[in-house]
């Protein structure tokens, strides 16, 4: 890991988290009444628990790429980082994947009940479209309908819900790797490739640049699935920070169940070469994303 990639990501990390805190202490606008304390506690822990914010990394490391950095894009990164946190929420609950922990600590309908837990993420999934649409994010209007539509299509039912939906669907006997493929497109993908295309968007990129970012999101999604699957069979808890073992006991539709440990590596090699591939045209610029993309692969080594 190089030090300029290690700095740039920590840099993001802090300063997603910094403005997270800003938007979940911010005051009601207007004459709205203040957001209820539990459901604001439970925002904040859902959203300042930790977390690698990798998807806030892409972004803001896209936009850098044509030169547009500041608050502004850190805001459009800590608003996709709200709505990443809410689906983790909702993952969580007893009805999907009934998890106990996350990131070492109680999930948080664990930690507040069942019902706060859908309100807080239903609330960090709104809140993100309040930051977007907002001119503090960015000046031009065009730009903040394309952010904000851009988003309700890739967390939607053509994105990640719809993907949360084929995962929570029984098993075919057989798992077929091309569905398999579609689900973890949908339900992992469809939002790093926003998050490069997003960060693309801010930085005023051409319709192609566009293209080449959100290809290698997309890439860069399924290989960050592959790996979270990866972990999920071959590391301890402790490690992973979450249970493990699940998706074998649950009969997930996963590609190490089609394929098996060692070709499902050789699976996440490929897809992070062609995430690389993606950003021949903008190197040496995009060394940043390019590190990413082979941390994961390290990463479920």
């Given amino acids: 890991m190089s ?57 803001i490391e896209a936009a850098r790429l044509f030169g547009k950095t500041g608050d502004g894009v850190v805001r459009a990164a800590a608003a996709l980082e709200c709505v990443h946190c809410y689906s983790l929420v909702h993952d969580d609950l ?19 009940g069942e019902a706060t837990a859908i309100l807080a993420g239903d609330a960090l999934l709104t809140l993100a479209f309040a930051v977007l649409a907002d ?12 952010l904000v539509a851009g988003l309700a299509e890739a967390a939607g039912q053509a994105g990640m819900v719809g993907g949360q939906m084929l995962d929570l669907a029984p098993p075919a006997e057989t798992i077929d790797e091309a ?16 998050a490069a295309e997003a960060g693309a968007v801010l930085g005023g990129a051409s319709a192609s640049e566009r293209g080449m970012l959100s290809t290698y999101g997309e890439y860069l999604g399924r290989a960050f699935q592959l790996a979270d699957d990866l972990i999920d069979v071959t590391a301890t808890p402790k490690a992973a920070g979450k249970a493990t073992g699940k998706d074998a006991a649950k009969g997930k539709p996963t590609l190490i169940a089609v394929h098996g440990v060692p070709k499902a590596r050789k699976r996440l090699a490929a897809l992070t070469g062609e995430a690389i591939s993606a950003l021949a045209p903008l190197a040496p610029r995009a060394v940043n994303l390019v590190e990413l993309a082979r941390h994961l692969a390290a990463a479920a080594a």
């Fill in 3 to 59: 030090s300029d990639y290690a700095r740039r990501l920590t840099e993001a990390q802090d300063g997603v988290a910094r403005m997270l805190d800003r938007l979940l202490d911010a005051p009601p606008t207007g004459n709205r009444p203040p957001t209820p304390p539990r459901l604001r506690e439970a925002m904040r822990y859902a959203a300042l628990s930790g977390g690698k914010r990798l998807r806030p990394f892409v972004l």
């Fill in 94 to 112: 007893p009805s999907m994947d009934d998890d106990d922990t996350r990131r070492g600590q109680p999930t948080v309908h664990r930690a507040f």
């Fill in 135 to 146: 001119p503090a994010t960015d000046a031009d209007a065009a730009t903040r309908l394309a």
């Fill in 179 to 194: 569905a398999v493929i579609r689900l973890q497109s949908m339900k992992t993908a469809s939002l790093f490739s926003y």
